[in-house]
Each structure stands twice: as C-alpha cells, then as structure tokens.
C-alpha cells in the first residue's frame, strides 16, 4: 500500500457534483486513487504540503497532435488559413520517422504536464517512414501521463483529388488492419486504465466516406472511442456541401459518427441544429480556442453549447496551430473568447475551470477522472499562489483571471510526474536537446 498525503490545500476545488470548494482540507491518496478528503488526515506514508497552494483536478487535454511540436511558427504557415498552413506543413512531415514522432511526444506531454495535465488524448493521424502509434504510447509511459491515443489516418492523396501528398496517404485497409492491431496491443477499458486507444480518421476531406463508416462500426465492435475534426471554419462547410451534399452535422450522423462515444474537434462552424443533434446524441466537442484564434477559424458556440447540454472539453491541438501546448491558459482562452461573442458574464473563470477537468474527461469517457472525490484516480494538480502572477488575488478564480500558468507539483494516478516545478520523471533539458536538433535537421 502506497500514500501520499496533501496536507492543507490553501484552497481544494473539487469539482464533484456539487463543485465543493474546501479550505485548509487534507487529501489523501491510496495506491492511485483518492482515499479521503477533509481535516486534518493521517499517514505513514510521504507528506506534500499543499500551504500556499489551489489544488484542482488535473486538467484533461481532448485535442492534439503532440507530433506537431516539431513543427512550431514555421515562417511559411505563420500566417496562413487552414488548407494553405497545411500544404505548407505536410511536405515537412513527410520527413518525419519514429524518432521524431517520440521525441515531439516527450516534448508536447512534458509542457503538457508543466502546464496542469494529467489525461490528455492524442491524434496521430501520418505514419511515415515507419512511425507508429507505438512511438507516443511509449512517450506517454515514460512521463507517466494518462494517455488516451487515437489512430489517425488520411487516405485521399493529391492524385485523388485530395488535400495531403500521396507520401502522407495509406490504404484503407492498411489503416483498418492497424488500428485493430494497436487497440489489441494497448486499449484498456478498466476503470482507472493509463492508455485507452481511439480511432480518428482526420477529417471528412482527407479519408473516403467508407473509411468514415468502418471506421464507426470498428470502433463499435472494439468498445473504443471516434475522434475526427469536424465543422472547423467556413472552408470546411463549403467543402462539405461541394462534396457531400449537406453539413459536417448530417454527415457525421449519416456515417455513424454521433454518439456518447464520438468526440469531435473544433465545431466552431456548428449551427443550432447541429447543437441539438450532438446535444439529443451525447455526442462530444473538444473546443481549441487558441488554435480557433491562430487560424482565424472563429468563436465556437460554446455558450450555446453548454446551454443545450452538450459535453465539451479543451484542447490544444497541435503545437503547430497553436503554437503552444499550455492547458490552463487555454482555459483563460476559452473564458475570454466566450466573452468577446456574448459579453462578460458568458462564461465564468470556475465554469472554464469545469470544462477544463470534468468536463474534458466527461468527453473522454473518464467519470473516473477530472473530479477530486473519494474514490476518484488521483489526478490533481497543485497551484502555488504565493508568487508574482497571483499576488493580492482574494479568490481562487485568480487561477485563470491572473495566473499562475505553470503548476508547482502534478499527480497522476498517485505518482508525482511535477515537483517543485520540474518534470521529475524525465530529464527534460536532454528531451529539449533531442528535439531543438530534430527541428534544425527537419528544416534543412
Ligand atoms: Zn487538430
């Protein structure tokens, strides 16, 4: 039996059922999980003071594309829409191999982890050169991070009339035949699982319908989770229309793709009937604001979302569209941009807060996660607010009105992965090496 102690919490935001917020409270983990909440708790085991410190649910990441971290403010796409950043990305993508698929994993977790997340999904959607799935699921071992991967896939190259160039393109059989392969390898469906495996074609414009549609009904037949893009800006709307006759919204329906265990990214582009049908269907919204705002894709009806019951969470997405992996000042996004569509009373900074944790992991499938209750996995996350960034804060809203946006320690799953600041499972100025000259071969 293994205990850890955290031992008065400045403030103990649970985000239970009832969003209980303690002061001064205890929290106590059992061999993973949360055993007990309150005063003035025991243990032989190691004590974590928690003096000076909010302490939150780990936040719960539902969108990236961690390989992308190698790729960051490259000149040509710093200023472009969608399809041109991505024409311009694909190219140096195709030069990517396992090496660079596990060190930018090690990268984009590790600033993940820096920033608050504990569970994060991931979207890998190009294999070249022998990368697989495996490259990240290994990278997500050894930071410890909860780690939900999806098997991507893009099967329509250019010479089909498609976006990507044919060198980032598989067989449709191919990319069926793997992610059976890598569902049977690593998904767990236990509760309190560390790796759960997803299948996500990229988007509606770059695999075929039938792609969509088996896609749907293996992931029914394995119990495992949908994940694409969908609804992203008016380009993508229009390219719907072209090529399929009606909405992102009707499409996903008509193919399989709405449901509790469907999730889709983006959605900034969803009208109200598409609200309802995710909202009737239980179907999931990973919201990425920064990256809504690099692209000038526009402002998700997250309100309106909410509003109808829809689940939501946060995303990143990939460090190239961002550029930058930090989940709790996505959360401020988040709050901010709902703001500037519907004024300042539309989204608070504990609603945010919500969407950031229970709610990400409400997307995820993970009732296990995102909440601090007895009986919960031990995800939690630990603010200093003594420092510059929330100093003559009077409330624990501070965190995303103010700061801080960096934790000074992070659990998952009972084990410290954050100390005192520090990735203390990796040595992270070693990781940075390996990728800063991965970067600089990519680019020559
Ligand atoms: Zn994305």
Redesign the pocket.
Known sequence: MTEILIRNAESLLTMDDQRRELAGADLLIRDGAIAAIGPDLETKGEVVLATGCVVTPGLVNT?H?LYQSLTRAVPGGQDALLFGWLQTLYPIWARFGPEEVHVSALTGLAELALSGCTLTSD?LYLYPNGARLDDTIAAAGEIGLRFHPTRGAMSIGESDGGLPPDALVEREADILADAVRVIDAFHDPAEGAMVRVGIAPCSPFSVSRDLMRDAALLARDKGVMLHT?LAENDEDIAYSIAHFGCRPGQYAEDLGWTGPDVWH??CVKLDGQEIDLFARSQTGVAH?PC?NCRLGSGIAPIRAMRDAGLRVGL?V??SA?NDTGNLVQEARQAMLLQRVANGANAMSAREALEIATRGGADVLGRPDCGRLEVGKRADIALWDVTGIDSAGSWDPAALLLAGPSRVKHLFVEGRQVVRDGQIATLDLPRVIERQNALARALMG
């Open positions: 969108h594309h979207h893009h990214a983006h990425c990256s995303g997405d990939g569209s």
